[in-house]
């Protein structure tokens, strides 16, 4: 973000910026890695300093708390990008995938090396996990938070661990 020349730029130049170019650099890798809390953090302050500056040299006064800016414009933000958020969610899009598309190549591979008799949001716990392994891993509880479980025949119901009673009010099929 150094070469960018910030001094040229006004404000709904830079949020196009930042929305298209700094959000979209880091994808590839956070959709295969949970980024350590370290380089978020910079990712952060260095998007969060671009924003604020006047001329590219300088830190600029930050009039708003960052977290702030990332509220969604209907609720007085700018919808800037939480970082952490944002590697969760496409860290469980790929765990979507690995339960939607089961005889996918990805699927079929991670399933013979951590999951062979069970299922990806039950894994069994293996030895030495890749990293690429426990990132996906670590997106369950996000994924787990949307899921309804259809009945059917009843077969993969647990009587014991399936959670009987729903934690917030339920939402209307559709």
């Known amino acids: 973000m150094n070469g960018w020349n910030s001094k040229w730029l006004s404000k709904g130049g830079k949020e196009v910026l930042i929305k298209s170019v700094a959000s979209a650099m880091p994808m590839h890798v956070m959709s295969c890695f949970r980024l350590p809390k370290g380089i978020t953090n910079k990712m952060t302050s260095a998007v969060s300093n671009f924003w604020w ?8 006064m ?9 509220r969604h414009k209907n609720d007085g933000g700018l919808g800037f990008r939480v970082i952490e958020d944002f590697n969760t969610a496409l860290l469980a899009k790929q765990l979507w995938r690995l339960i939607d598309y089961p005889e996918s190549l990805f ?15 039950d894994p069994i716990r293996s030895y030495s996990p890749s990293y690429g392994w ?18 059917g025949s009843g077969t993969s119901i647990s009587v014991w661990d399936d959670p009987w009673i729903p934690a917030s009010s339920p939402r209307p099929a559709t």
């Not at 930050?62 to 990332?70: F, S, T």
């Not at 699927?107 to 949001?121: C, D, E, I, M, W």
């Not at 426990?134 to 009945?151: C, D, Y």
């Open 53 to 60: 500056s006047n001329n590219g040299q300088t830190r600029g």
């Open 62 to 70: 930050h009039w708003m708390a960052w977290k702030k800016l990332c």
């Open 134 to 151: 426990q990132s996906i891993v670590s997106a369950r509880p996000l994924v787990q938070k949307g899921l309804i479980k259809r009945v």
């Open 107 to 121: 699927a079929r591979v991670f399933k013979g090396r951590y999951y062979r008799n069970s299922t990806p949001l």
